[in-house]
């Protein structure tokens, strides 16, 4: 296997592995709306990254990135998207009455659906800058130069997605196995309020850094 190939896996590896955005509202997910709602958030922010990487191939991610207006935009509308999701969390851990209270049998009173829980997977990953700065950075450092490169970078694209994917999906079903356990409304209500912190901080954090 070429050696450029496994360098670009363990890059990826360490950046998906990293807590992060789309890790925090994976788990938030799968808690409000169990193992479909994780997994379908893990393939929204798989696919997010697919349009990142196509976009990137395309050019237009460093347009985007060499124009410091439309790339300020982007990083203030995704602090506020992330910051919206906390909030959520937050009111939920407080009042007990959010979509991942769980009803006397377990099952979620008011389950967050696969479909929206998908969406929110695309948006959160389109609205985060640091994803443009990843594939604008990374990608073309790994693909092949000249005829091609468009090709070999989208492929690259769909690997990381995929890893993506993979890891998040673990994260899910890692946390809806343990249902038992979080059926109890105080942990519920524990990890609402630690994962609505968690999506406050990123949205702050993303908002006030440089790039």
């Not at 946390?175 to 409304?185: Q, V």
Request: glycine share 10%; no cysteine; proline share 4%.
């Amino acid at each position: 296997m070429d050696t450029s190939f496994l360098a670009f896996l363990a890059i990826s590896a360490v950046v998906i592995a990293t807590p992060g955005p789309d890790t925090a509202l994976t788990i938030r997910n799968t808690m409000a709306g169990g193992r479909p709602a994780g997994l379908t958030t893990a393939l929204g922010v798989s696919v997010g990254q697919l349009v990142w990487a196509v976009a990137t191939s395309l050019g237009l991610v460093a347009i985007l990135l060499a124009s410091e207006p439309i790339f300020h935009a982007l990083r203030l509308i995704g602090a506020a998207y992330l910051i919206f999701l906390g909030v959520q969390s937050l009111r939920s851990a407080f009042t007990g009455a959010s979509a991942s209270s769980a009803g006397q049998r377990g099952h979620p009173a008011h389950a967050l659906s696969p479909g929206k829980a998908f969406i929110q997977g695309v948006v959160n990953d389109l609205a985060n800058p640091k994803m443009a700065v990843f594939f604008a950075g990374v990608l073309p450092q790994f693909a092949s130069q000249g005829q091609g490169m468009l090709s070999h970078l989208i492929l690259l694209g769909l690997v990381f997605s995929l890893l993506t994917f993979v890891w998040l999906a673990l994260y899910a079903s890692a946390i809806a196995s343990a249902g038992t356990l979080l059926r109890s409304p105080r942990v519920r209500r524990s990890i609402d309020g630690i994962a609505g912190l968690a999506l406050v901080g990123m949205g702050v954090r993303v908002a006030t850094s440089e790039r």
